[in-house]
């Protein structure tokens, strides 16, 4: 819109230009009947003649050209105060559509950008949930695996000591209190199992013997 | 059997195994040798008498033998030979070695309420702990103190699960 008026503007003093010219080179010029043939001495046309060389003698001419000069340049002032009034206008004009498709750009692109980085925030947030979840989970799955192999070793454990009791006893009382047994104070205890199994050991011996 | 022919004999509580009626019966038969001796030579030579263990004092003080006297160790001689052929033998397994006083108990203990002419062997395993493993003819008698755990696993799996002490039961 703004293009199109300064081409106007432009056209427009152009034209003015031409026109100054050519008003210029029009007044300069002498008319080409007269010029062409030297006219009669007493005829009606050197009358003429001469009665417009009284009148348009040369400080006439010299007067109408300081005129056209005058007013040709107060044209030209006043189209120039014109132009520059235009030209700031249009400047201005200029300056202000500048102005407002900069900061629509900048807006616009600002907007793009935030919204870029919005997204990516975003994605970024979904990502990491994601993984979050994954790695939840993985913790779930890692702690149930954990938890029924320490189950699975505990019962191991419990059944291999459980099998083995006596012998895991037997060893703790030998270990803590084994160089305290004496076979003195046992006697009692051995013989009342003799005593106990008295009869199976007399059927032994005599089976045996 | 031997106790039924020799039944007026008997055997001290040191003689315990086998080793002992072995050691006996060349004791017995190296007096024998002595005596044969004193019988062939001559008068005036000197013949040393040999000079009886321990062992062979018991068993003689024990029968009230005179080993003087060619009977008394006939007898005495073939009493032990049916000890040593037909004596039933127990092998019993400790953790340490016993005391003679311990041996000695436990062979009158035996001689009373099982056959009054069983020898003993004694074995040593430490891995026993307390109590003792006994080897007849053709049964294993197991009186450790692990064989007893056993025969007390339930209770001790009872126990177990339910946390408690013997302690804790006697203050409760």
Request: proline letters at 3%; one cysteine or more; hydrophobic letters at 45%.
């Amino acid at each position: 819109m703004t293009i199109w008026w300064l081409a106007l503007i432009l056209a427009t003093l152009g034209a003015s230009g031409l026109a100054f010219i050519w008003l210029a080179v029009r007044v300069g010029r002498t008319p080409a009947g007269v010029v062409a043939g030297k006219p009669q001495p007493g005829s009606i046309a050197a009358a003429a003649r001469e009665d417009v060389e009284s009148i348009f003698n040369n400080e006439f001419r010299e007067e109408l050209r300081n005129r056209g000069r005058l007013h040709f340049e107060k044209i030209i002032g006043e189209n120039a105060m014109f132009l520059q009034q235009d030209l700031r206008l249009t400047t201005s004009q200029l300056n202000e559509f500048m102005k407002t498709e900069i900061t629509r750009k900048l807006k616009e692109e600002f907007a793009k950008y935030e919204q870029s980085i919005t997204d990516a925030k975003q994605l970024a947030i979904d990502s990491i949930q994601k993984t979050n979840l994954a790695i939840d989970e993985q913790r779930h799955e890692l702690s149930d695996q954990v938890r029924k192999e320490i189950l699975a070793e505990k019962q191991q454990l419990l059944k291999h000591f459980e099998s083995n009791m006596a012998d895991i006893i037997n060893h703790y009382v030998l270990a803590a209190i084994g160089n305290q047994i004496d076979l003195n104070d046992q006697l009692d205890y051995i013989l009342g199992e003799l005593e106990t199994n008295k009869k199976a050991i007399i059927e032994d011996i005599l089976s045996g013997a | 059997m031997a106790h039924e022919t020799n039944q007026t004999l008997k055997l001290p509580v040191l003689v315990a195994g086998p080793v002992d009626v072995n050691r006996l019966v060349r004791e017995l038969e190296a007096i024998d040798d002595v005596m044969l001796q004193l019988k062939l030579r001559k008068g005036g030579e000197a013949v040393r008498v040999p000079k009886t263990s321990q062992l062979m004092d018991q068993t003689i003080q024990l029968n009230k033998l005179n080993l003087l006297h060619e009977a008394d160790r006939k007898s005495l001689s073939q009493f032990l030979a049916a000890v040593k052929k037909q004596s039933p033998v127990l092998h019993i397994s400790f953790s340490a070695d016993p005391s003679v006083v311990f041996i000695e108990k436990l062979m009158t203990w035996l001689r009373r309420e099982i056959h009054p002419q069983v020898l003993l062997t004694i074995g040593l395993q430490p891995t026993i702990g307390a109590g003792c493993m006994v080897r007849g003819a053709s049964h294993y008698f197991d009186f450790t103190l692990r064989h007893k755990f056993d025969g007390k696993r339930e209770l001790l799996l009872k126990k177990l699960a339910a946390g408690e002490t013997p302690a804790a039961e006697a203050v409760s």
